[in-house]
């Protein structure tokens, strides 16, 4: 089965905060508890092998790769630069270790720059004083509305905005006819730390099985949607499903499912579309 798992669905601070007692952070619901936000896509290839695409890094990776008994990485597709998606690049390099194989790494420019001066000891691997085990990595610059191919799946970056920072969000389509009865929730896009969504962006989400999308809190915020910001967005879409994420402790989940139309949810981490 082709299948979709919510690693995170947490804000950049994570749910429950430290330091806070408030009803969320103190919450004996499972679903309450957020780690970074991040998701993976498992599936096998036209060939039969097995592929696990992830979607960002966030500094929750070893802890969300546990859980969800990852055990290998093809690929890593990156939405943007800030830490919450970015601090766990270097817990692959157990991946490599397992697969003993490199991993591909998708991402603008903006993005591939933040990468290669965070991650020198990767990506300047020669000029390190003791020659450690670190993570390989083939990157792969790409740009939206550019599309591309990973293992039978077609995979067409999508302009978003956050705050004035442009962003990346994935739109996923089933390439090969043989992985299409292997799923009902693509055509999916993924569309993480939204405020805006640019014109040319919105004929791109059309058709879509599933939609996850960026709904932080119910106040304002310059660079996330807020809860009816995203619902608005998410009836223009007109997904037959939608999942939001990136939430704050702000966002109970029972409390806050009861109050979203009924093809709306909260996700919560370990959620998996099948």
């Known amino acids: 089965m082709m299948r ?7 804000t950049s601070a994570g749910v429950p905060a430290i330091g806070c007692e408030c009803a969320v952070c103190m919450s004996e619901d499972s679903r309450d508890r957020r780690l970074r936000t991040a998701g993976v896509i498992r599936f096998n290839d036209p060939a039969g092998k097995s592929r696990t695409i992830l979607l960002d890094a966030g500094p929750d990776l070893r802890e969300q790769a ?11 597709l990156f939405t943007h630069n800030h830490v919450d998606h970015t601090f766990g690049l270097d817990e692959v390099r157990r991946f490599n270790a397992v697969m003993r194989a490199p991993i591909d790494l998708y991402a603008d420019g903006h993005t591939l720059d933040h990468l290669r001066r ?43 905005l956050h705050g004035k920072l442009p962003i990346l969000g994935y739109r996923f389509d089933v390439a090969q006819p043989a992985l299409a009865s292997a799923t009902s929730a693509f055509p999916l ?24 999308l960026d709904a932080l809190r119910h106040t304002h915020h310059p660079m996330h949607f807020t809860l009816d910001q995203a619902v608005n967005a998410a009836e223009r879409i007109a997904a037959e499903q939608t ?28 959620l998996v579309l099948e």
Not at 4 to 10: A, K, S, V, W, Y
Not at 66 to 76: F, Y
């Open 4 to 10: 979709f798992e919510f690693l995170g669905t947490g």
């Open 243 to 270: 999942y939001f994420i990136h939430m704050s402790h702000d966002l109970g989940h029972a409390a806050t499912d009861e109050t979203l139309p009924e093809t709306m949810r909260l996700g919560y981490d370990g």
């Open 189 to 212: 896009a993924y569309c993480t730390d939204v405020s805006g969504i640019p014109p040319e962006t919105w004929g791109k989400l059309k058709g879509l099985r599933t939609l996850v």
């Open 66 to 76: 546990l859980r969800a008994k990852l055990t290998r990485c093809d690929a890593i």
């Open 118 to 160: 965070v991650y020198k000891h990767i990506f300047d691997r020669q000029n390190n004083v003791n020659d450690s085990f670190v993570a390989t990595l083939i990157t792969h610059q790409i740009e939206p509305d550019k599309p591309f191919d990973l293992f039978g799946l077609r995979v067409t970056p999508i302009k978003l």
